[in-house]
């Protein structure tokens, strides 16, 4: 099993449309957990943190369920400007300074 | 005044040539990455820098060979290219090494292996 895995789609939603994104990992000790959002030929960027009791930021919510080990990524309304591959990272607890684990990334294209 | 910036952004070369790829923070970071993307997207990290110390070296072959001469700086040179080391390459800082400390990546060297 990977250590994270996702669905690498792609996902093809219209504007104003809800989409969701689910990642596993399989290291139950994981502590620490992000969304990454990266556009074409650019570097991944921080979209958002993960929090043990979810959170929200606008029209992103992320959630996480530890019995699970999954954590997933909520986007309402769609922009045209949300199309990006979005990563799902890791960072397990006891594990070397910042080795963060990486999915292969969920692509994602919002068409008008 | 880029956060992180590495040179340079595209890099074509032949086989067995050694080449350098440059990376520094102004953020004021204490610990540097650099990460390897292959062609199928995977970002897999392949040294870590806390304070010019290096104390992450995952499995990379020792052609490759990070240098820090301070703790803005965390340069990559790689020796005897071959074509598997297509791919690009980024480098990237966090505030702390710890668990919660987000990623801030440059944008990233395209190396092309000829």
Not at chain 1, 27 to 50: G, I
Not at chain 1, 81 to 90: F, K, N, Q
Not at chain 2, 69 to 78: R, T
């Amino acid at each position: 099993r990977k250590e994270v895995e996702q669905d690498p789609g792609p996902f093809n939603v219209p504007e104003g449309a809800t989409v969701a994104f689910n990642c596993t990992y399989s290291n139950s000790a994981s502590q620490s957990f992000f969304w990454y959002r990266q556009d074409c030929r650019k570097e991944p960027k921080l979209l958002m943190s993960v929090y043990s009791s979810g959170n929200e930021d606008g029209r992103f919510t992320a959630q996480l369920n530890r019995a699970s080990q999954y954590i997933s990524l909520l986007i309402r309304d769609s922009k045209l400007s949300d199309s990006a591959t979005y990563l799902c990272v890791v960072n397990p607890r006891g594990t070397s300074y910042g080795k963060l684990t990486f999915g292969q990334g969920t692509i994602l294209t919002v068409h008008p | 005044d880029t956060a992180v910036s590495q040179t340079p952004k595209y890099l074509v070369t032949q086989m067995g040539n050694d080449k350098s790829i440059k990376c520094e923070q102004n953020l004021g970071h204490d610990t540097m990455y650099w990460y390897k993307q292959d062609s199928k997207k995977f970002l897999k990290i392949m040294f870590s820098y806390n304070n010019k110390e290096l104390i992450i070296n995952e499995t990379v072959p020792n052609r490759f060979s990070p240098k820090s001469p301070d703790k803005a700086h965390l340069n990559l040179h790689i020796n005897s290219l071959e074509l598997g080391d297509s791919a690009v390459y980024f480098c990237a800082s966090s505030q702390e090494g710890g668990a919660d400390s987000p990623l801030h990546f440059g944008n990233g060297t395209r190396l092309t292996v000829t």
